[in-house]
């Protein structure tokens, strides 16, 4: 086809000369026809390129049900950066060289991608960069004033520093009862204590409790996780009793040596669990359900409780306000009296006080996390192999990153 072209262009050549000569009325027609007939094998050859690639446009989602015509739209969220991680530290005790930590806001989060160990990363809510803590741990968890980390390592509880160029520094080490496989770690407000259950997920159960840089053991008249400090960080909220038996209680301590006193309510025959400490202090939310049963009932709930109330259940737990009752994991934010909480596909967050909805976005897939960040003003949620970073106060969606199935533990603020 090519071929047949290029001898219609020759047949049709003029001489070259015609081109040059001055004052004839037919040289005008000569190189008009001259340029015609070279236009046609180029508007031709370009016929037979391929045709350019087309996109299918972006839908964006519609939120839904939002309270009041001020709460601001939603946005799709645009492409996922690809975070840029410097080198792992071949051991977990060994300082990172050259690795810097700056001022920010960062969401720390463990990546599995040499499961079933795990690498410890930081990633800016800013930029996206990512920044490498720990590598090969079980369980991490960094102080909300990002200066110090627990970790689980083999069967070695760890204490370390995270220095300011990034560093992490051993500070002490508890050596676990064989079997341990997993810890439930709970940093105090202050990042001066911290709770911490270590066991084998049925049985083996070992508390201790971190002070300064000194861990020692708790002796616990039964298995206790799920902590929840008061904003002072004097109190604390656990779910203790029997997991496996789906048999538990919510039970609100003085302090680590005290007693646990139990929430009125939360009988034998009942499922209480994951309690959450209100930033404002004066309110617990907890999960009570009707244990083993297999059917939801009525009563089946997300409640609230008076830490401070000494009289009976009636008295001192109610049902929580608005459709936050019935969700699954409700997550208060450190700032505001606000709620988060998942409802039917939908992110949503609620007055604590009055129950009103003030905004919904559909979270495209059961978003599996959802962690607030300090100022209260942005949350990170995990959904799929993604974490997003959702702006509370212009209701915007971004993506943070995208990993092998990161998990994010805490949203922290490093200033310095």
């Given at each position: 086809?090519?071929?047949?072209?290029?001898?219609?262009?020759?047949?049709?050549?003029?001489?070259?000369?015609?081109?040059?000569?001055?004052?004839?009325?037919?040289?005008?027609?000569?190189?008009?026809?001259?340029?015609?007939?070279?236009?046609?094998?180029?508007?031709?050859?370009?016929?037979?390129?391929?045709?350019?690639?087309?996109?299918?446009?972006?839908?964006?989602?519609?939120?839904?049900?939002?309270?009041?015509?001020?709460?601001?739209?939603?946005?799709?969220?645009?492409?996922?950066?690809?975070?840029?991680?410097?080198?792992?530290?071949?051991?977990?005790?060994?300082?990172?060289?050259?690795?810097?930590?700056?001022?920010?806001?960062?969401?720390?989060?463990?990546?599995?991608?040499?499961?079933?160990?795990?690498?410890?990363?930081?990633?800016?809510?800013?930029?996206?960069?990512?920044?490498?803590?720990?590598?090969?741990?079980?369980?991490?968890?960094?102080?909300?004033?990002?200066?110090?980390?627990?970790?689980?390592?083999?069967?070695?509880?760890?204490?370390?520093?995270?220095?300011?160029?990034?560093?992490?520094?051993?500070?002490?080490?508890?050596?676990?009862?064989?079997?341990?496989?997993?810890?439930?770690?709970?940093?105090?407000?202050?990042?001066?204590?911290?709770?911490?259950?270590?066991?084998?997920?049925?049985?083996?159960?070992?508390?201790?409790?971190?002070?300064?840089?000194?861990?020692?053991?708790?002796?616990?008249?039964?298995?206790?996780?799920?902590?929840?400090?008061?904003?002072?960080?004097?109190?604390?909220?656990?779910?203790?009793?029997?997991?496996?038996?789906?048999?538990?209680?919510?039970?609100?301590?003085?302090?680590?040596?005290?007693?646990?006193?139990?929430?009125?309510?939360?009988?034998?025959?009942?499922?209480?669990?994951?309690?959450?400490?209100?930033?404002?202090?004066?309110?617990?939310?907890?999960?009570?359900?009707?244990?083993?049963?297999?059917?939801?009932?009525?009563?089946d709930g997300n409640y609230s409780f008076d830490p401070d109330?000494?009289?009976?259940?009636?008295?001192?737990?109610?049902?929580?306000?608005?459709?936050?009752?019935?969700?699954?994991?409700?997550?208060?934010?450190?700032?505001?009296?606000?709620?988060?909480?998942?409802?039917?596909?939908?992110?949503?967050?609620?007055?604590?006080?009055?129950?009103?909805?003030?905004?919904?976005?559909?979270?495209?897939?059961?978003?599996?996390?959802?962690?607030?960040?300090?100022?209260?003003?942005?949350?990170?949620?995990?959904?799929?192999?993604?974490?997003?970073?959702?702006?509370?106060?212009?209701?915007?969606?971004?993506?943070?990153?995208?990993?092998?199935?990161?998990?994010?533990?805490?949203?922290?603020?490093?200033?310095?």
């Amino acid at each position: 086809m090519k071929q047949r072209h290029f001898h219609r262009a020759q047949r049709y050549s003029l001489p070259m000369s015609c081109c040059f000569y001055q004052g004839s009325h037919a040289t005008k027609a000569h190189i008009l026809a001259l340029a015609l007939l070279l236009a046609i094998p180029v508007a031709l050859l370009a016929s037979c390129r391929p045709p350019h690639p087309t996109y299918a446009s972006i839908q964006s989602p519609t939120p839904h049900s939002l309270a009041t015509a001020e709460t601001p739209f939603l946005h799709q969220p645009p492409l996922p950066r690809t975070p840029t991680r410097p080198p792992l530290t071949p051991s977990p005790t060994t300082p990172l060289p050259d690795l810097a930590l700056p001022p920010g806001q960062y969401v720390a989060y463990l990546d599995p991608t040499d499961w079933p160990l795990y690498s410890f990363l930081a990633a800016d809510t800013g930029s996206g960069q990512v920044f490498t803590i720990l590598r090969d741990v079980t369980r991490a968890e960094i102080s909300p004033n990002s200066q110090r980390v627990l970790y689980l390592s083999g069967l070695t509880l760890h204490l370390a520093e995270v220095r300011g160029e990034g560093q992490a520094r051993s500070l002490a080490s508890y050596e676990l009862p064989d079997g341990v496989t997993e810890c439930d770690i709970a940093w105090s407000p202050d990042s001066t204590e911290a709770l911490v259950n270590c066991g084998d997920g049925v049985e083996l159960s070992k508390a201790l409790v971190l002070e300064g840089n000194a861990l020692r053991d708790l002796e616990w008249r039964e298995e206790c996780s799920g902590f929840s400090w008061s904003p002072d960080g004097i109190r604390f909220a656990a779910s203790c009793g029997e997991p496996d038996e789906a048999r538990t209680h919510v039970a609100v301590f003085d302090s680590p040596d005290a007693p646990g006193r139990i929430i009125p309510g939360c009988t034998p025959d009942l499922h209480c669990t994951r309690p959450r400490w209100s930033p404002h202090g004066n309110e617990v939310v907890f999960f009570r359900g009707s244990g083993r049963s297999g059917e939801r009932q009525p009563t089946d709930g997300n409640y609230s409780f008076d830490p401070d109330c000494k009289g009976s259940a009636s008295q001192c737990t109610r049902p929580l306000r608005g459709p936050a009752y019935l969700a699954k994991y409700v997550a208060w934010s450190p700032a505001a009296p606000l709620i988060a909480f998942l409802d039917d596909n939908l992110l949503k967050l609620q007055d604590a006080h009055t129950g009103e909805v003030l905004l919904a976005y559909p979270t495209l897939n059961y978003a599996e996390t959802i962690v607030w960040c300090p100022h209260g003003d942005s949350l990170v949620l995990k959904i799929g192999r993604r974490l997003y970073l959702l702006d509370t106060t212009l209701g915007r969606l971004s993506v943070l990153l995208e990993g092998n199935d990161p998990i994010p533990q805490a949203c922290v603020i490093r200033s310095e």
